[in-house]
Every structure is written in C-alpha cells, then in structure tokens.
C-alpha cells in the first residue's frame, strides 16, 4: 500500500502532466466541438489517433472545459480513424454557453460500442477533417493545431518549480529503491552464507560421530 506521501505526489504528478505538455493549448472561439473516430485496437493505422487520445485530448480539454470532445470507438479496424472539427462560420455571433444555440450542438457522451458517430454540422457550423490514419501522434496535434489555430500554452514559473520538484523526488527514488535493492541483496547473501556453514557445520558432526 502507497504511503500518504507517495500517493499525494503521484495526484501532484497527474496534476501537472495534464496541465503541461503538448496539447496544453487554448482554443479559439469558433471551435464548437471535436469528435473522434477510431478502432479500440491499435491495427491498421490507429496507433497516432490512440495515442493522441490518451496523451493529448485531455490537456485539451483540461484548458478548454466548455468545448464538447467526444471519442467515439468500435472495432471496425478497417475504417479510418477520423478527427472531425467543428468551426463556427461566423465568430461574430458566438453564442454563450448556456445558450440553446450551443446546446443543439451537443452530442451524447462518447463510446466505446461506436454509439457515438459524428454528426452533421449545424447550420452556422462547418467540418474540418483530419484522416488520423498511420500518423504519430505529434503529426496530429499539428495537423490539429493549424486547422485550429490553437495558442500552446507554456508553462508558468510555478509549474516549472513544480516539475522540477517533482523530478528531484523521482531521482531521490530511484537512489532509495536501489538502496534498498542492495540491502536485501546483502542480507540474502548473508543468510545463504549462514545456511551453508550451518548445512557444512552438521556434515563435520555427522563425520564426527
């Protein structure tokens, strides 16, 4: 079981891996939606779009909470994994969010039984298109970044305290766990040196007698 200060730099580090790194970026305002389209299994080219799904879409979303991102997954291998993003034709008429406009362009929540399909533009939105088929990941995000106009974000002199702190403890780690590897090694040598001059000391009895 984790110590209370094992678990709580681990919350530390999920905390700051999902507030910096690629995908930390700010979205625009005539991005109304994201959907993505792959294979649960990684065959036939959904490897990147996997991997940006996990790696990135939550910073995404991390930094922009109101802007629905849904992932709709199935086992269809044979179709290809697709990022679809949706603009606003004219920013000049952004609706709020709580507004019904907005809300007509939701979606049910995404799926791993490819319940989630995407779904036609609205009427005051158009599609961009991204074919995530065997592309990296990095290649994604800047394929998405350009259809977006995404501004990254860098982190603050905060979160690079943070993530220096957090590395000084992963290496202090790694010295206590090897530390400890060495303790163990030496006591089990120890107690094998001490069984055998037992199992020699009662071989000398035996001889004896």
């Not at 790696?55 to 199935?74: C, D």
Request: proline share 6%; hydrophobic share 35%.
């Amino acid at each position: 079981m984790r110590s209370l200060g094992e678990r709580l730099n681990l919350l530390r580090k999920r905390l700051i891996n999902i507030k910096c790194g690629p995908g930390a970026a700010i979205l625009p305002p005539e991005v109304t939606r994201i959907h993505m389209d792959f294979a649960s299994k990684i065959n036939g080219g959904h490897m990147g779009a996997r991997k940006f799904w996990r790696e990135y879409l939550p910073r995404l979303k991390y930094h922009n909470p109101a802007i629905p991102m849904i992932v709709n997954r199935h086992d269809q291998n044979s179709s290809a994994p697709t990022m679809s993003i949706y603009l606003r034709n004219n920013s000049a008429t952004s609706p709020s969010a709580d507004s019904p406009a907005a809300e007509a362009h939701a979606q049910p929540a995404s799926s791993r039984n490819n319940l989630s399909k995407a779904q036609p533009p609205a009427s005051d939105e158009r599609v961009v298109h991204i074919d995530m088929k065997d592309k990296h990941s990095t290649d994604i995000l800047e394929y998405f970044v350009a259809e977006t106009r995404a501004k990254a974000l860098q982190p603050t002199a905060e979160e690079i305290a943070e993530m220096q702190s957090l590395e000084a403890l992963k290496k202090e780690a790694a010295v206590d766990r090897e530390r400890v590897r060495q303790l163990r090694a030496e006591k089990k040598k120890e107690e094998d040196m001490l069984k055998r001059a037992r199992a020699a000391g009662g071989m000398a009895e035996q001889e004896a007698s």
